[in-house]
Each structure stands twice: as structure tokens, then as C-alpha cells.
């Protein structure tokens, strides 16, 4: 996962990691989300409607659809699957990432098109 890595690098210069411990809620499903998550460390698995649908790797980023989307809101909860570090920007720190990092914006797209591909492959 060398790309994903690479985009959650830029995450580095914002806030100290978040430390979760396995089966701590990072974010659920409906709620207003504030910031998007790079995962340094550990698992965390995304689900929908009580059923695990995706888990996320170390160097994958996630979380970012409550930034782009009007609503604003989590399509899914986010579970630490095992003891977890991540790092997180918020909506300013998203926008000027990606105003002064185009590379951030292609890495980001790419990271939500793999895992929609994947997912797509499930159904």
C-alpha cells in the first residue's frame, strides 16, 4: 500500500495521533462528521447496518465522504478492530491538502475507488 501510505504522510503535519483501543467506536453511522481519518497503525472496520462491509488497512484513509458530501454525515460507524493510531484533518486542512497538494486529491480518489471496487466485487 505504498500510494496510500504516501497520502497519509501529508496527515503528519496536523495533530498528534488519535489512539483507539480495539472495539472503541471511532465515528458512527449518521452522525455529523467533522474530520477524515489516515489509519498509522492497526485495523478498523467499517460497518453498515450492523454488518462489517470493509476494514481498512495501516496507510489507508477513510472517513472523507462526511467532507465532500453535502449532508455531511457518516455512511458507516468505524470500529478500531485491533488497537489503533490515526491522524486526522479536518475540512480546512482537506481542502488547502488538496489546493496545495494535487497529488493528496488523485491519492484520496484513488484509495475511495479501490475500496468501491472492492465492494462492488462483494455484491
Known sequence: ??????????????DAPLFKKAGETIFAEGEAGEV???????????????KVVETIQ????????????????????AIARSDCSLVYLNQERFLFAIQNT??????????????LRRLKHLI
Open 1 to 14: 500500500m505504498s500510494e496510500p501510505a504516501r497520502t497519509v504522510s501529508i496527515f503528519h503535519k496536523a
Open 36 to 50: 477524515m481519518y489516515g489509519l498509522l497503525t492497526g485495523k478498523v472496520d467499517l460497518v453498515v447496518k450492523g
Open 58 to 77: 495501516s496507510g489507508d484513509v477513510f472517513g472523507e465522504g462526511a467532507l465532500v458530501q453535502p449532508s455531511g454525515t457518516r455512511a458507516s460507524t
Open 102 to 115: 494535487p497529488m493528496f486529491a488523485i491519492e484520496v480518489m484513488r484509495s475511495y475507488s479501490d475500496r
